[in-house]
């Protein structure tokens, strides 16, 4: 008898604009690489909550020639070494490599990425909570039936101000209050 996948306590976070500072030239260094207020503390407690947290992000710096692997690298080990200074973690970061026209499946607003986190993690995503800052990532989870969740740092207030964010989309400030929704998610849980 086939088994269906789990429903994992899971969160799928954007990149840029929501960990960190956003720029219209890329991420293109470790040093280049500034958390946002709150952040990562707000990333620490979603932990604390029960969730694993996996990254989605497109970085088609990479695929420009803007950067190589080995430094896309460096930029994820100064995350998760920030990260682990205030006890959180990331499960796994999932990365589009690909220029906009390459037309590979994994580029939000397309699902793939998404498609790549359910199968690794064995989980239905219906449901999920998926943050971004721009209607692509919204698109991205709301098609890959994830809950899109649209914080308002970085990209947020433009793509709030443009409308037509897909059905159900909740707005946040910050992960800051992201943070607080699903600690009282998974206290109700308990009770």
């Not at 990333?43 to 604390?48: G, K, S, V």
């Not at 709301?142 to 990209?155: F, K, R």
């Not at 793509?159 to 992960?175: I, R, S």
Request: charged share 20%; net charge negative; aromatic share 4%.
């Amino acid at each position: 008898m086939p088994t269906t996948p789990a429903r994992p306590k899971l969160v799928v976070l954007d990149r840029d604009g929501v960990i960190n500072q956003d720029s219209p030239d890329f991420v293109k260094s470790p040093d280049e690489w500034i958390p946002l207020p709150g952040a990562l503390e707000a990333i620490a407690r979603i932990n604390q909550a029960g969730y694993r947290v996996v990254v989605a992000t497109n970085q088609s710096g990479l695929g420009r020639g803007l950067f190589d692997a080995a430094t896309l690298n460096a930029i994820h080990a100064k995350l998760r070494a920030s990260l682990a200074k205030h006890g959180g973690a990331i499960d796994a970061i999932f990365v589009c490599p690909h220029a906009p026209d390459e037309g590979c499946d994994c580029r939000k607003p397309l699902p793939g990425l998404y498609r790549e986190i359910a199968r690794r993690f064995e989980a239905d995503l219906h449901g999920v909570p998926s943050v971004g800052d721009s209607a692509r990532d919204l698109e991205a989870a709301a098609a890959a039936g994830c809950t899109p969740w649209l914080v308002l740092t970085g990209n947020g207030p433009k793509t709030l101000a443009k409308g037509q964010l897909p059905a159900g989309t909740v707005v946040w400030n910050d992960l800051g209050e992201v943070a607080d929704a699903l600690e009282a998610a998974a206290q109700a849980e308990e009770h």
